[in-house]
């Protein structure tokens, strides 16, 4: 069966951001601690999971649907620095310098794209794994969807299937929304049912399977707890509703146009030599000489061998990476 891969870029980048180092430059002082994690996990990915399609799916707006329902949807979060955002248009390079086609959209997140890519990938029968670690994208989870959390710069990915999600949150992905609902969500703003943590909320969606079953069966529940729901029944399920992904967001082409993605391997060498990224241009040579699924590929030729590239950049010490810290990535 064919391969679609789904990156959430916000999530890959925010992941990089924070796992390398900040001081790592370029010779011109460019910070590119992002995009390097970024590129990195890129080229883990490819060698391991081979895929037929490759797509990366970005948030685009600051006022989708979901800010329009709720004015302080995911207001309060801790403000991401500067240095990150200013990586976010080389992050673009380096994936069009992949040849890896991106999707976004204004009016919604990432996470409906990639729902709704997710979705049309298995309904044209393809084996489908979203590469994100965010819990919204649990819901997807399915015979065809499995949800990778790209550990160790995806050196050990976490791999869940429907089954694996309900181990992990103890619900089952249909279950996900009910349990935000419960739970709320504070990286969102969105506080749920005030009191109700997740162990209550894990009993309670084992006993009565959704929102509306606990909200029909408040009669049954302890006091303590079914105070809390009541208290806060209007919230719970408004939750619920934001939490609830779109799978159907228009879409202007189709996954068999996307066959075939791939850029030259000079576009990605040049892109690797520009940033100043030398450990990974090393590692992309070696990727073209010994992984037969590159060699196929990636088009073009290369005039160097991964011998011919210093181990290092030249111009300083400071930021540097090494092939042994790359795993470190997490």
């Known amino acids: 069966m064919k391969k679609l891969i789904l990156l959430d870029a916000n999530h890959l980048m925010h992941r990089a951001y924070w796992a390398i180092q900040r001081n790592l430059q370029t010779s011109k002082g460019e910070q590119t601690n992002a995009v390097f994690g970024v590129a990195s996990m890129i080229l883990t990915l490819i060698a391991r999971e081979k895929p037929d399609i490759l797509i990366a799916c970005f948030d685009?707006?600051?006022?989708?649907?979901?800010?329009?329902?709720?004015?302080?949807?995911?207001a309060g979060r801790a403000e991401t620095p500067n240095d990150f955002y200013v990586q976010i248009p080389r992050v673009h390079q380096c994936l069009k310098a992949f040849g890896i086609p991106t999707f976004s959209d204004p009016k919604f997140e990432a996470d409906d794209l990639l729902g709704t890519l997710a979705k049309k990938g298995v309904a044209e029968g393809f084996a489908v794994t979203i590469v994100t670690g965010?819990?919204?994208?649990?819901?997807?989870?399915?015979?065809?969807?499995?949800?990778?959390i790209p550990h160790k710069g995806y050196a050990v990915p976490e791999y869940l299937d429907a089954k694996g999600v309900e181990g992990k949150l103890g619900v089952t992905p249909a279950q996900v929304p009910d349990y935000k609902g419960l739970t709320g969500d504070a990286s969102d703003n969105l506080k749920g049912v005030l009191?109700?943590?997740?162990?209550?909320?894990?009993?309670?969606?084992?006993?009565?399977h959704t929102l509306e079953g606990i909200y029909e069966h408040l009669s049954d529940i302890r006091e303590s707890v079914r105070a809390k729901l009541e208290a806060d029944r209007?919230?719970?399920f408004f939750c619920k509703r934001l939490a609830q992904l779109i799978t159907d967001v228009p879409l202007t082409t189709t996954l068999t146009a996307m066959e075939g993605w791939g850029e030259k391997r000079e576009t990605i060498d040049a892109f690797f030599q520009e940033i100043e990224f030398f450990t990974l241009?090393?590692?992309?040579?070696?990727?073209?000489?010994?992984?037969?699924?590159?060699?196929?590929?990636?088009?073009?030729?290369?005039?160097s061998s991964s011998s011919d590239i210093p181990e290092q950049t030249p111009?300083?010490?400071?930021?540097?990476?090494?092939?042994e810290?790359?795993?470190?990535?997490?």
Do not use: C
């Open 234 to 236: 209007e919230s719970a």
């Open 195 to 208: 009191g109700i943590g997740p162990k209550t909320a894990v009993e309670l969606l084992q006993k009565y």
């Open 60 to 74: 685009e707006g600051k006022e989708t649907f979901r800010h329009a329902d709720h004015k302080e949807y995911k």
């Open 315 to 323: 111009h300083s010490e400071k930021g540097k990476i090494t092939e």
């Open 281 to 303: 241009r090393r590692r992309f040579h070696k990727f073209l000489e010994e992984n037969g699924y590159a060699a196929s590929h990636f088009r073009g030729t290369l005039s």
């Open 134 to 148: 965010d819990r919204d994208l649990f819901q997807m989870a399915s015979d065809g969807i499995q949800i990778a």
């Open 325 to 330: 810290q790359l795993p470190l990535l997490d």
